[in-house]
């Protein structure tokens, strides 16, 4: 509160002003409202969230000590998928590469044609990978097949769109000068934007593949195999020590995988 000298009049700050305070109450009400509706939707029991804690703690007992005999069908769903994941990855990086140059404003001067790119990588990144998994589960039947065509088609949108805002944020200088000696088109793309794109590519394909790990290992929870078709057995016959270890194991993957490809990218960047 301040007085306006000399004409005695009080003056009161306010941060918001009258419409912007009834804008924030009606998101506060809207958000209440949307919290109770989906917990009546829903249906949650109370008595089941009450005896999770004992549930929890009798699973993680059943599942320890693991059943290392098991570790060889361990071993081999965990090679599946990260084969799984690498090649997935590489047919993504084959394909978003062509979607990202059409999509890039800076090279594709077409409206249209840019407006198809982002219809492909908006596709691409809306459906989930355990939906792509489905779909080419039911085209080419369960395997490996299957996962390594839903992680790629999965990661087309992820790659493509990074690539393409990659390629937009490079610098003119470079280009103008190759096109003022007329360089051809594809000289340009080498010499005047590859080298200012490489770090971000390489950097976005180790992020991918980090990701595409991670969702590999679930894959074959709906038969596109890899470890995840272990899970699926051992949780489905009850065997809860083989499945502690299959969880461990995916973990231990997971998280050895974040670090190698942090280190890497620290090195490119």
């Not at 549930?55 to 998928?81: H, I, K, N, Y």
């Not at 198809?116 to 779909?135: D, E, G, K, Q, Y």
């Not at 934007?193 to 290992?217: C, G, T, Y």
């Amino acid at each position: 509160m301040s007085a306006a000298v000399g004409t005695g009049i009080a003056r009161a700050w306010q941060r918001f002003t009258p419409a912007e305070r009834m804008a924030r109450y009606a998101v506060y009400v809207a958000s209440v409202v949307a919290v109770v509706w989906s917990l009546r939707t829903i249906e949650v029991i109370p008595e089941f969230l009450y005896d999770a804690p004992a549930q929890s703690a009798d699973l993680f007992q059943r599942m320890w000590p693991f059943d290392w005999r098991f570790w060889p069908t361990v071993l081999t769903g965990l090679v599946e998928t990260l084969h799984t994941a690498t090649l997935g990855t590489l047919i993504a990086l084959a394909m978003a590469a062509p979607v990202a140059l059409l999509a890039s404003r800076t090279i594709t001067k077409s409206v249209l044609l840019n407006q198809i790119a982002n219809l492909i990588l908006v596709s691409s990144r809306s459906v989930n990978s355990l939906i792509w998994a489905l779909l080419f589960v039911a085209i080419f039947g369960p395997g490996a097949l299957a996962g390594t065509l839903a992680i790629a088609f999965r990661s087309i949108g992820f790659v493509g769109k990074l690539l393409s805002e990659a390629i937009d944020e490079t610098h003119v200088g470079p280009i103008e000068a190759l096109t003022a000696t007329g360089a051809s088109r594809p000289a340009i793309l080498l010499k005047g934007f590859w080298p200012q794109v490489e770090p971000s590519f390489w950097s976005v394909a180790l992020f991918r593949w980090d990701i595409n790990v991670r969702e590999s290992a679930v894959l074959g929870l709906v038969g596109a195999g890899g470890i995840g078709v272990a899970l699926d057995t051992a949780i489905s016959n009850l065997y809860w020590d083989q499945a502690g270890l299959v969880l461990a194991t995916i973990f231990a993957v997971v998280v050895l995988a974040e670090i190698v490809t942090s280190r890497i990218r620290s090195k490119i960047i």
